[in-house]
T-cell receptor, first 112, second 118 residues
Framework: KQEVTQIPAALSVPEGENLVLNCSFT??????LQWFRQDPGKGLTSLLL?????REQTSGRLNASLDKSSGRSTLYIAASQPGDSATYLC???????????FGQGTTLQVKP | DVKVTQSSRYLVKRTGEKVFLECVQD?????MFWYRQDPGLGLRLIYF???????EKGDIPEGYSVSREKKERFSLILESASTNQTSMYLC?????????????????FGAGSRLTVL
C-alpha cells in the first residue's frame, strides 16, 4: 500500500530564504506526483504536477523534482515571502483514475 | 479556469440527521472525488466517480454514500450523521487521461465544507 510522508511537519524561515520541502513515497510505481498549497480553512490549490516520466517542473519561484527510484520529491521555493505561508501537501497518483494518496503536509511560516 | 463549487461552506447538524453535501464542476471533467481532512490524519478518500452513475469506494467509505446522476454533480450523503463525521469535506475533479497533457490530470479542489455534528 502506498504511503506518502512529508518531513518536516512544520517549518519557520525568515523572509528571503530559499527552502526545500521533502516528500517521500514507498511504492515507486507512480503515475504522477502533485504538489498543492492549502491556506487555513480553505481548499487545496494545485501548484505543480510531475508526470512519472519527468524529472522536474518549474513555475515561477517554485521548482519540484521527482526521483522515482529513491521514492522522493522535493519542492524548492526560492526567495520566500510572507505570502508563501501555508501548508504544502504532496500527493502521489498511482493509476489513471486521478486518485491520489496524500502526505500530511508541511506547514510553512515565512516571517517578515 | 476549472471551478469546483461546494454548496455549503459551514454546516451544523445533529446526530442522526441525513446530510447532503453537493459539489458541482464546470469543466466537463470525468473524475470526481470526495475527501475528508482531519488534523493528524491528512486527506482521506471517501468515494470517487469516473463517470456518470459510476462510483468507487475510497479508503474510508463507511457511513457515507454518493450519487452522480449528472456529469457535473457529485453528492456526498451521510445517511445518519454521527459526531465522528465532524470534519472538513473536500470535493475535487480531474479530467480524463485521454485528454492528454498535464492539465487533464490536475486535481482541482473546491473550497471545502466544514461539517459539525452535535
Amino acid at each position: 500500500k502506498q504511503e506518502v510522508t512529508q518531513i518536516p511537519a512544520a517549518l519557520s524561515v525568515p523572509e528571503g530564504e530559499n527552502l526545500v520541502l521533502n516528500c517521500s513515497f514507498t511504492d515507486s510505481a507512480i503515475y504522477n506526483l502533485q504538489w498543492f498549497r492549502q491556506d487555513p480553512g480553505k481548499g487545496l490549490t494545485s501548484l505543480l504536477l510531475i508526470q512519472s516520466s519527468q524529472r522536474e517542473q518549474t513555475s515561477g519561484r517554485l521548482n519540484a523534482s521527482l526521483d522515482k527510484s529513491s521514492g522522493r520529491s522535493t519542492l524548492y521555493i526560492a526567495a520566500s515571502q510572507p505570502g508563501d505561508s501555508a501548508t504544502y501537501l504532496c500527493a502521489v497518483g498511482s493509476g489513471n483514475t486521478g486518485k491520489l494518496i496524500f502526505g500530511q503536509g508541511t506547514t510553512l511560516q515565512v516571517k517578515p | 479556469d476549472v471551478k469546483v463549487t461546494q454548496s455549503s461552506r459551514y454546516l451544523v447538524k445533529r446526530t442522526g440527521e441525513k446530510v447532503f453535501l453537493e459539489c458541482v464542476q464546470d469543466m466537463d471533467h470525468e473524475n470526481m472525488f470526495w475527501y475528508r481532512q482531519d488534523p493528524g490524519l491528512g486527506l482521506r478518500l471517501i468515494y470517487f466517480s469516473y463517470d456518470v452513475k459510476m462510483k468507487e469506494k475510497g479508503d474510508i467509505p463507511e457511513g457515507y454514500s454518493v450519487s452522480r446522476e449528472k456529469k457535473e454533480r457529485f453528492s456526498l450523503i451521510l445517511e445518519s450523521a454521527s459526531t465522528n463525521q465532524t470534519s472538513m469535506y473536500l470535493c475535487a475533479s480531474s479530467g480524463h487521461l485521454g485528454q492528454g497533457a498535464a492539465g487533464a490530470n490536475v486535481l482541482t479542489f473546491g473550497a471545502g465544507s466544514r461539517l459539525t455534528v452535535l
